[in-house]
């Protein structure tokens, strides 16, 4: 039988909670059970694909390209097959973009020196000096309006392709008492606030005092804000949202002792 590597020795026995969107969780459980955990699935939310032909064509006509999310990328390339053009730009929020991008042929991906958000993003200096430039945004709608409104700001035509929307779920009653009757070590992946805040809302004042007792691995500073000001006591920063960085964030600070 083969040795199990000391990761899978750090976290035999724990659960993570996933919130991604309904049927989004494979990556998690996958990144999850290499290390011996195991994934409680709790969706908040949907993606529906939304029919976006022309305003994507005209996206991704344009010089430089944003995708916002690796949903953004693969819902995108579900409707108009994704290729990079001679002399474009493609940029992308996060590291888990980027490789969705690439598994589609597109590399050189631009993503922010550090950070996965608007702010991080905008600061990458090739998006700085983009008077007069048309840029292609693949997004959902309500998502990354900050991006759009500070590259128009910078003098930018930004074309917005909204290629999927995010629905909300009710969170069954009989998901929160098997929330509630999770045992042991058990871990929250924060990588949404759209997704926590359904989830938070829901929870009883004797769930939530539960939940804060658990470590909090979150994907960005504002998310660890956020955790910090809610009572979140171990709240871990993780590179980016990619389950691969979340998992092994949770390993390395129980592989030393620090969460327990």
Same mark, same amino acid.
Not at 132 to 146: C, E, F, K, M
């Given at each position: 039988m083969p040795r199990a590597s000391n990761n899978e020795i750090r976290l035999a026995g724990w659960y993570v909670i996933s919130l991604r969107p309904l049927n989004q969780h494979a990556g998690v459980r996958r990144a999850a059970t290499r290390v011996g955990a195991r994934t409680f699935a709790l969706s908040t939310l949907r993606l529906r694909p939304l029919d976006a032909k022309p305003a994507l064509r005209a996206a991704l006509a344009c010089p430089r390209v944003i995708v916002s999310s690796p949903a953004a990328v693969r819902l995108a390339d579900a409707q108009l097959p994704l290729s990079k053009r001679r002399g474009q730009l493609w940029f992308a929020l996060g590291a888990g973009s980027a490789a969705a991008l690439k598994r589609r042929g597109i590399d050189g991906v631009r993503i922010p020196a550090a950070g996965s958000d608007s702010?991080? !993003? #905008?600061?990458? &200096?090739?998006?700085?000096?983009?008077?007069?430039?048309?840029?292609? !945004? #693949?997004?959902? &709608?309500?998502?990354?309006?900050?991006l759009a409104d500070r590259l128009r700001t910078r003098g930018a035509q930004v074309h917005i392709a909204e290629v999927y929307q995010r629905e909300a779920l009710a969170v069954a009653p009989a998901r929160l008492h098997a929330l509630a009757a999770l045992r042991g070590n058990v871990a929250l992946f924060l990588t949404s606030r759209e997704a926590f805040d359904p989830l938070w809302q829901a929870l009883s004042a004797a769930l939530r005092k539960q939940l804060l007792g658990r470590p909090c691995v979150v994907a960005s500073d504002r998310l660890a804000a956020l955790a910090r000001t809610l009572g979140f006591k171990n709240v871990l920063r993780a590179s980016d949202a990619r389950p691969s960085n979340l998992v092994s964030t949770l390993a390395s600070h129980v592989g030393v002792g620090r969460i327990r």
């Open positions: 702010e991080a !993003l #905008l600061a990458h &200096p090739d998006l700085q000096d983009v008077r007069g430039q048309a840029i292609g !945004l #693949l997004t959902a &709608p309500g998502g990354r309006g900050l």
